[in-house]
């Protein structure tokens, strides 16, 4: 049997050839596959504490800040590093460690709630037209 990934053929009768095709994609959006919702379970005091900062929330100030970068990378990947930054943040709170910040935990809260209010206000808009 040939070693090569590229391509491998046996010249043999009895053998069936196999050729294995290589693609070169650079889109990662195109491997990403939609995840079901997933309930947070928080403490109480955290999600009042992120409802009620909602009405200051300023994405364009404070959202580049929260995940580090100097330009917004596409909505898909916000999303993904606010989920990934907030679950640390979380293992940080359950494990009692000293370098948990319960304002950046706070923040991240606030910024996963408002996203997800722009994401069904997003979605309501397109059902009414579409009900038109």
């Keep these: 049997m040939c070693n090569t990934t590229i391509s491998c053929a046996k010249v043999s009768a009895l053998e069936p050839v196999r050729i294995l095709k290589m693609s070169f994609m650079n ?5 990403t596959f939609p995840q079901p919702q997933q309930r947070l379970k928080r403490p109480a005091p955290l999600i009042r504490a992120a409802r009620s900062g909602q009405s200051g929330w300023n994405p364009s100030r404070d959202l580049a800040r929260l995940i ?10 916000v999303s993904r590093l606010l989920h990934s930054a907030e679950q640390a943040c979380e293992d940080a709170r359950r494990a009692g460690r000293a370098d948990y910040d319960v304002h950046r935990h706070i923040m991240l809260l606030i910024a996963l709630l408002a996203e997800l209010t722009a994401v069904q206000g997003s979605a309501r ?6 009900a038109r």
Excluded: W
């Design 125 to 130: 808009a397109q059902q009414s037209r579409g």
């Design 68 to 77: 580090g970068r100097d330009e917004l990378p596409s909505p898909h990947i």
């Design 27 to 31: 889109d990662p959006k195109i491997f």
